[in-house]
């Protein structure tokens, strides 16, 4: 089934290349770099709590359909978990309007970490990293209501719903202000009593679901993108793997779109 999912989105984007040459006249090509202190996913550090270099690519066309890929470094060292050193992720989607001021946005995203595909664990064998989502959302105004699911999730951990709303409104000199709450919930806790459930459980301490939230100032200043984001979850250290990286935090992160 991995095999088959990783196989799925990089046909799917191996597919949309000749798509993209015939209709370049059409689409809008990007890209974007980021230097950032820390790359928090839902709330929860990637990178050790160190900084990360990221990137990505995007094809937009104007039926609303886009494709693109992202990448950041990361490193999972701690819980010996993982020995990943890089996340590459491909997605695609389709964004449109109800009205003039209710939008959506409709997608698949993968998520690899290449070289690291399969993880050795004393009880359970071999577990794959990489895991795939797919994703919705609905804004209204400065509002967006969205969730995500995995029919497996990072590590095998079976399946995972994310559901969340962000609310993002204007301040005076050019700021702008984004909030965010979303909720995780997981199949598995680390108090089933089966064996292998408990090593399928994505948290600790008996813990099957968790909130995360952020709020972050942004600001744009001679075509940069600068952002400071106060990021925590309700995870205590022993729920956390037994790690910091679920503490509150402070991130600050430098944006270039080109």
């Known amino acids: ?10 046909t799917t984007l191996a ?6 040459a015939s209709v370049a006249s059409a689409a809008e090509v990007s890209a974007n770099v980021t230097l950032t202190t820390d790359y928090k996913f839902r709330g929860i550090s990637q990178n050790d709590t160190s900084p990360a270099i990221q990137g990505g690519f995007d094809v937009a066309f104007e039926n609303g359909i886009y494709v693109g890929t992202w990448g950041s470094v990361v490193d999972f060292q701690d819980p010996d978990s993982s020995d990943a050193d890089f996340e590459l992720d491909y997605y695609v989607g389709y964004g449109g309007n109800f009205s003039e001021d209710v939008s959506y946005d409709v997608g698949y995203i993968y998520y690899d970490y290449p070289g690291s595909d399969e993880t050795e664990f004393d009880l359970t064998g071999k577990r794959d990293l990489d895991y795939q989502e797919f994703y919705a959302s609905v804004s209204f105004s400065d509002f ?7 029919d497996d999730y990072w590590l095998e951990t079976g399946e995972f719903y994310y559901v969340y709303g962000d609310y993002s409104f204007s301040l005076p000199q050019e700021f702008s202000l984004d909030l965010h ?3 995780n919930f997981f199949e598995f806790d680390s108090e089933d009593s089966n064996l292998k459930d408990r090593e399928e459980a994505f948290l600790g301490d008996g813990e099957d679901s968790y909130s995360d939230y952020s709020i972050t100032l942004n600001k744009s200043y001679m075509g940069v993108d600068f952002s400071l984001s106060w990021v925590d979850t309700d995870l205590d250290k022993d729920e956390c793997w037994g790690t910091d990286w679920c503490d509150s935090s402070v991130v600050f992160a430098i944006s270039k779109s080109m």
Do not use: I
Not at 1 to 10: E, G, Q, S
């Open 181 to 183: 709450y979303g909720m």
């Open 144 to 150: 967006t209501l969205g969730a995500a699911y995995s």
């Open 15 to 20: 597919l949309t290349v000749p798509m993209v």
């Open 1 to 10: 089934m991995n095999a088959f999912k990783k196989t799925l989105a990089v």
